[in-house]
């Protein structure tokens, strides 16, 4: 039971234009979101979160948007640079829960 | 200032076989966090563990045990190897005084890929 989705594998865009990722959660008991971005041979590195409470917040070139009512997020990457080509997961939780992941999404920036 | 340390890289095991992998947190955090991540996959929350004692478990068989020492840092041991179990799994780190599960952000090591043939 996939609780955090994400739809699309993969994402190209073109440097200085906007990254758009999206993320859909099927449990109304989250409550607060994050974005990790995973590098190969690393391990998932965390970008920025937003807790139900809030509908939006901005760390940056990075802003991630929540829509509770469509139990939609998404991840706004503005300008894209060639350093942001990653895997990026999305990740929930309930309370003070452990974190369910999405399978990720690829983004690739060309320069 | 260590982020969380992960041994071994790279481990390869025969079915039937016992691995152990081990983590150190990140300094600082008290709460250990483990996930396996398959192919293609997002991690998948296998086990918490804060002042010695796992806390939460997620949907992994008994095979799937850990661990946490007095300093923190953790060891996660699968036995009875089966070919699925190949995977990376990646330890998380975090630090909190509620003795509940997870609240506070994880940091990740960079993981341990076990391949199991």
């Known amino acids: 039971d996939q609780q955090v989705k994400q739809n699309s594998p993969s994402l190209s865009v073109q440097e200085g234009r906007i990254s758009i990722l999206n993320c859909d959660y099927t449990?109304?008991?989250?409550?607060?979101f994050l974005w990790y971005k995973k590098y190969p041979a690393e391990g998932p590195t965390f970008l920025i979160s937003i807790s139900s409470i809030k509908d939006k917040n901005e760390d940056g070139r990075f802003t991630v948007f929540l829509n509770k009512s469509a139990k939609h997020l998404s991840l706004h990457i503005v300008p894209s640079q060639p350093g942001d080509s990653a895997v990026y997961f999305c990740a929930a939780r309930a309370g003070a829960n452990n974190l369910f992941f999405g399978t990720g999404t690829r983004l690739t920036v060309i320069p | 200032d260590a982020g969380v340390t992960q041994s071994p890289t790279h481990l390869i095991k025969t079915r039937g076989q016992q691995v152990t992998l081990r983590c150190s947190p990140k300094?600082?955090?008290?709460?250990v966090c483990w996930y396996q991540q398959a192919l293609g996959q997002g991690p998948q929350f296998i086990f918490q563990y804060y002042e010695e004692e796992e806390r939460q478990r997620g949907n992994f068989p008994d095979r799937f045990s850990g661990h946490q020492f007095p300093n923190y840092s953790s060891e996660l041991n699968v036995n009875a190897l089966l070919l699925g179990d190949s995977a990376l799994y990646l330890c998380a780190s975090s630090f909190r005084t509620s003795g509940r599960g997870g609240g506070e952000t994880q940091y990740f090591g960079p993981g341990t890929r076990l391949l199991v043939l």
């Open positions: 449990n109304s008991m989250f409550d607060y």
């Open positions: 300094s600082g955090h008290d709460t």
